[in-house]
């Protein structure tokens, strides 16, 4: 505020007045020294009022106007300053405050090239002004802050623009272009709160701010509040009928609230497929729209579940996390997906990450259950071993024994390769063990709840698999395996 900080004690030249007018200058001087001693008190609004009373007695005399001009800039009225200091300089173009206080008006304003102007003026009439020497060079700092930010705003760069936005501000604390530009670019950001602050304080200023509307619209919008976005899309629009961006907004903003809520119709109805293809399309309006096309994602992926296609919905849900990494339900949804594909590393992950962010019993439960089922599919899986169901009955598991017994016995593989013998009697011993866990109803319940054999005496390690083959079918003189065929054995009873 160099060009504020003092006010204009000797008055510059003026056209010669008439002998009565004397009385009337004198009045005026009375009235700016009693501006003077105000500005100097820092009362700025009564500063106002007595430099006014001057103008009113003399309103040729360019100080006063550039005295005026100073004090409305202190009161961070620029547009009302800036038509004073434009006047003091029409009265006297030599005034160099006066191109001074019109230069920073500009400048402040956000025109930095009209304050360029002013400032070299005021070099021509004195070029070791040192304030205006770097007025200048301030001016065409913001320049180059505007020029890197559109480009930047290009690339989608909106971090850089964020930080040459509020560069330009220091010099330019005025200009609602900016200010939105920032804005603008905050929301884009995600960094809504912020965003909805600036503009919130230009509407303070100026309710009828058709790109302060906007921005307000674009933060609900993107925080998937669409209905209201689309009041504030619709109320710039009132404002500035061309408003480009505040169109396509409200363009995107009832399209996706269509395609959403004909989705989530379709599923309630059971219309998976219809479903699918709505919030698909839904997907493709806006990329931008971060939170609502989280939502989708996870919508999508919901049904792809119910679809039983549990690897698209999966990778529908990480696109959402992705997209929102705070997103419960999102994760929710992989989990049991995970479950369901036995994939429990990853279903733990994913419960662990809700209960850090939501320590409810039911999450706590979710990441027990999905513990217990890694740590249970850590184990031999005797169910796969016999090759039977989890719920399968008595009858079925002894069935199963049979066959698979008969299938890996050692003497049936006693003709083949040692690597082959090896194998076969490996697969042997756990069908054996699996038979022995899976017909003893205390060792299945403890296997099916995931609590470990060892324990009570139930060494899995002290069991033989040719006892339990005995036991099953008999003393060993009661059956043999004999050849029907090169590499072809059958089994006889005696």
């Not at 202190?74 to 001074?100: I, K, W």
């Not at 083949?416 to 003893?440: C, H, N, P, Y």
């Not at 005496?457 to 009661?478: E, L, Q, T, V, Y």
């Amino acid at each position: 505020m160099a060009a504020a900080a003092e006010c204009d004690v000797v008055m510059a030249a003026t056209e010669p007045e008439l002998p009565g007018d004397e009385e009337a200058k004198r009045e005026a001087e009375s009235f700016k020294e009693q501006g003077n001693a105000y500005y100097a008190k820092k009362d700025y609004n009564e500063a106002y009022n007595y430099y006014t009373k001057a103008i009113d007695m003399c309103p040729k005399n360019a100080s006063y106007y550039g005295n005026r001009a100073a004090t409305l800039m202190m009161l961070g009225r620029f547009r009302e300053a800036l038509g004073d200091a434009q006047q003091s300089v029409r009265l006297d173009d030599t005034f160099v405050r006066g191109h001074l206080r019109e230069g920073k008006c500009h400048l402040s304003l956000g025109n930095a090239m009209a304050a360029c102007r002013s400032f070299q003026r005021a070099l021509e009439l004195d070029h070791k002004n040192a304030q205006a020497q770097q007025e200048f060079k301030n001016a065409n700092a913001v320049m180059e802050y505007e020029k890197i930010a559109e480009m930047d705003f290009e690339k989608r760069d909106f971090r850089k623009v964020v930080f040459c936005m509020d560069r330009a501000l220091e010099f330019a604390p005025a200009c609602h272009r900016f200010k939105i530009l920032k804005a603008e670019c905050l929301a884009m950001l995600g960094r809504y709160p912020e965003a909805q602050s600036v503009a919130s304080d230009i509407l303070r200023m100026d309710s009828t701010n058709a790109d302060a509307l906007y921005v307000r619209g674009l933060c609900l919008y993107y925080e998937d509040c669409i209905e209201k976005a689309v009041q504030f899309f619709v109320q710039a629009l009132r404002m500035a009928p061309d408003h480009e961006k505040a169109c396509i907004a409200c363009r995107n903003a009832k399209a996706l609230k269509a395609k959403k809520e004909d989705g989530n119709k379709a599923f309630k109805e059971g219309n998976y497929k219809l479903a699918y293809e709505l919030y698909t399309e839904a997907l493709g309006i806006d990329p931008n729209n971060i939170k609502t096309n989280a939502k989708l994602y996870c919508n999508r992926g919901t049904v792809n579940a119910k679809l039983r296609k549990l690897d698209d919905a999966i990778e529908d849900c990480t696109n959402a996390v992705k997209l929102d990494d705070t997103y419960i339900k999102a994760y929710l949804r992989r989990a049991q997906c995970y479950m369901d594909t036995e994939q429990y590393d990853e279903a733990v992950r994913d419960y662990e990450k809700v209960y850090q962010t939501e320590k409810t019993k039911e999450h706590k439960q979710l990441l027990k259950n999905a513990q217990l089922e890694l740590k249970k599919s850590k184990r031999k899986d005797y169910y796969k071993i016999l090759g039977v169901d989890k719920n399968a009955s008595e009858d079925e598991i002894k069935k199963a024994y049979r066959k698979r017994a008969l299938m890996h016995h050692p003497d049936r593989h006693s003709g083949a390769s040692a690597e082959v013998q090896k194998e076969e009697e490996k697969k042997f011993k756990e069908v054996g063990e699996a038979f022995t866990i899976l017909s003893d109803p205390k060792k299945k319940t403890r296997y099916d709840s995931g609590q470990d054999l060892d324990e009570e005496g139930m060494n899995m390690g002290d069991f033989d698999a040719n006892n339990i083959f005995k036991a099953f079918f008999g003393s060993p003189g009661s059956f043999s395996f004999e050849a029907s065929g090169p590499g072809n054995f059958f089994f006889q009873f005696g």
